[in-house]
Antibody
Framework: QVQLVQSGAEVKKPGASVKISCKTSGYTFTSYYMHWVRQAPGQGPEWMGIIYPSGGGTNYAHKFQATVTMTRDTSTSTVYMELSSLRSDDTAVYYC???????????????WGQGTLVTVSS | DIVLTQSPGTLSLSPGERATLSCRASQSVGSGYFAWYQQKPGQAPRLLIHGASSRAPGIPDRFSGGGSGTDFTLTINRLEPEDVAVYYCQQYGSSPRTFGQGTKVEIK
């Protein structure tokens, strides 16, 4: 079955960077867009951006354009999200989520990773 | 950006009752690219409805979605204790994709 398995929790200091992995299995990696979403404590989800695993193309939410980088490794069917210049308000659970049931880059998020808690604290 | 406003904030009902959740968009959602998710504590969101009214695989037919343009609803018939969760709406027809702030469903 389709699975997205993320890397473990991270604790970072303000100003540092964090890189989270999302290893996929159970489907053709290059055929589906992958999104990154974060959820701060007690808040709704917030979309960060999208990567197309086939060509590596990306589209980031305006808010994150200066600080986020999404990449992929087709040899291991893994996508990565790196967030730099961390601040305390970046403390959140970060999810990868597969896009499906739409057209092109516009799909609902049919499968989610288990989430990675990133805590930013001095 | 399309802002999604969900109502009510909390819904408290008895088992077997019908829950009706609403989501209003600040502008029309393109191509009906609208979804509903269920999130239980400590878990990732789970896709319930896509395309405004299509159930995702494995979702019981007690869950149904409707609406178009700027007004959408999620109906949960015959509420069960396992339905206790926060429900989020989402539009994925334009960038940035956006989510509502959530409706919490409780059992009396």
């Amino acid at each position: 079955q389709v699975q997205l398995v993320q890397s473990g929790a991270e604790v970072k200091k303000p100003g540092a960077s964090v890189k989270i992995s999302c290893k996929t299995s159970g489907y053709t990696f290059t055929s589906y867009y992958m999104h990154w979403v974060r959820q701060a404590p007690g808040q709704g989800p917030e979309w960060m951006g999208i990567i197309y695993p086939s060509g590596g193309g990306t589209n980031y939410a305006h808010k994150f354009q200066a600080t986020v980088t999404m990449t992929r490794d087709t040899s291991t069917s893994t996508v990565y999200m790196e967030l730099s210049s961390l601040r305390s308000d970046d403390t959140a659970v970060y999810y990868c989520a597969r896009g499906a049931y739409g057209s092109g880059t516009y799909g609902a998020f049919d499968t989610w990773g288990q989430g990675t808690l990133v805590t930013v604290s001095s | 950006d399309i802002v999604l406003t969900q109502s009510p904030g909390t819904l408290s009902l008895s088992p077997g009752e019908r829950a009706t959740l609403s989501c209003r968009a600040s502008q029309s959602v393109g191509s009906g690219y609208f979804a509903w998710y269920q999130q239980k504590p400590g878990q990732a969101p789970r896709l319930l409805i896509h395309g405004a009214s299509s159930r995702a695989p494995g979702i019981p037919d007690r869950f149904s979605g409707g609406g178009s343009g700027t007004d959408f609803t999620l109906t949960i018939n015959r509420l069960e204790p396992e339905d206790v969760a926060v429900y989020y709406c989402q539009q994925y027809g334009s960038s940035p994709r956006t989510f509502g702030q959530g409706t919490k469903v409780e059992i009396k």
